[in-house]
């Protein structure tokens, strides 16, 4: 799972009051977000990238003002972010409702019928063949391309909420995101072996899973995402089921992998930037091409005068 391309321009940061109360609230709602996460982790002995092509982020929507209102606010101030405070990750279910995400699940798999799909390719090269690191295949849709208008609305709900943590994400500013990158697994027994989605600082700072696979079992149908949060005794054992939502940090804090899938597995992956780390890998790229261009014309810092 990796997605790297220039951020959209800033949306800005909300005021930094309320972030006291909000830890306060957290807290008298702790025992409730730990119930809420149990149904999603697994305890269990720890045990001892998305590498992407061809995407580009947009700006998320909306306006951060509305923070707090309606149930997109209270899910964002009441559970998304303490659990992402306190765990690193949540999992919110029937995030879309029936109705929205089996349209969802239509328009991607009218991309899979139409052969949209291509393998799933790695930024840094590894030793042996691709498809032993990851087997699955993606599309990558901006949400208003004819047949996935639905996967667009998606998008805005994902943007809507991740807009009204604003502020709140671990002093992340978020300020654009990724295209979405839609994956199916054909349930060929590959899947995806352990990785960090942004393991060298290229901005991504959220990462953000739909699911959508209906009567999914994984005892039968494999297709486990597994999170080994850093500094947690635990592995969280996410099952892909249908209209699922999960949210994670996309650094070094949750390594994770997809155990083989031996039936078709779709998920739609976004994935949020925070600007100064986005920009800070911006300049590094523009350094880079400078130096490759400058060194490819005998012109660079290093060629003899």
């Given amino acids: 799972m990796d ?10 940061l909300l005021a930094g009051q309320g972030r006291q109360a909000a830890a306060s609230r957290a807290e008298r709602k702790g025992v409730a977000v730990r119930g809420l996460l149990w149904l999603a982790v697994t305890r269990e002995p720890k045990r001892p ?20 209102r309606g149930p997109v606010g209270r899910l964002a101030r009441d559970y998304v972010v303490p659990c992402l405070a306190r765990y690193g990750l949540c999992v919110k279910d029937a995030f879309l409702g029936e109705a929205l995400g089996g349209h969802i ?4 798999e009218g991309l899979h019928r139409g052969g949209k799909f291509q393998d799933g390719q790695l930024v840094l090269r590894r030793a042996g063949p691709a498809r032993r690191i990851r087997g699955d295949q993606v599309a990558w849709v901006e949400g208003r391309e004819p047949g996935c208008r639905a996967i667009g609305v998606l998008m805005a709900r994902l943007d809507e909420l991740i807009l009204q943590c604003a502020g709140k994400l671990g002093g992340y500013e978020i300020n654009g995101r990724t295209k979405a990158m839609v994956a ?8 995806y072996v352990r990785h960090v989605d942004n393991p060298h600082g290229d901005g991504r700072c959220v990462t ?24 947690h005794p635990v592995v969280a054992n996410i099952d892909p089921i249908f209209d699922r939502l999960l949210i994670f940090w996309s650094d070094q804090r949750n390594p994770h ?4 899938a031996y039936a078709t597995r779709y998920a739609i992956t976004v994935w949020y930037f925070d600007a100064k780390e986005r920009a800070r890998a911006k300049e ?6 400078a130096q490759k261009e400058g060194a490819s014309s005998g012109t660079g810092t290093d060629s003899p005068t």
């Avoid at 199916?184 to 899947?191: A, E």
């Avoid at 899973?209 to 500094?231: A, D």
């Avoid at 992998?257 to 083989?260: C, E, F, L, W």
Wanted: charged share 20%.
């Fill in 284 to 289: 590094a790229h523009q350094r880079a091409s």
């Fill in 105 to 108: 699940l239509a328009q991607v």
């Fill in 184 to 191: 199916c697994y054909p349930g060929n027994g590959l899947g």
């Fill in 49 to 68: 990238s998305p590498e992407a092509e061809g995407s580009v982020e947009r700006r998320p929507r909306g306006e951060p003002g509305a923070l707090q």
């Fill in 208 to 231: 953000c899973i739909y699911y959508l696979n209906r009567k999914w079992e994984s005892k039968v149908h494999g297709g486990l995402l597994q999170i080994f949060p850093e500094g």
């Fill in 257 to 260: 992998q997809v155990k083989p």
């Fill in 3 to 12: 997605a790297s391309r220039p951020a959209a321009p800033a949306v800005g």
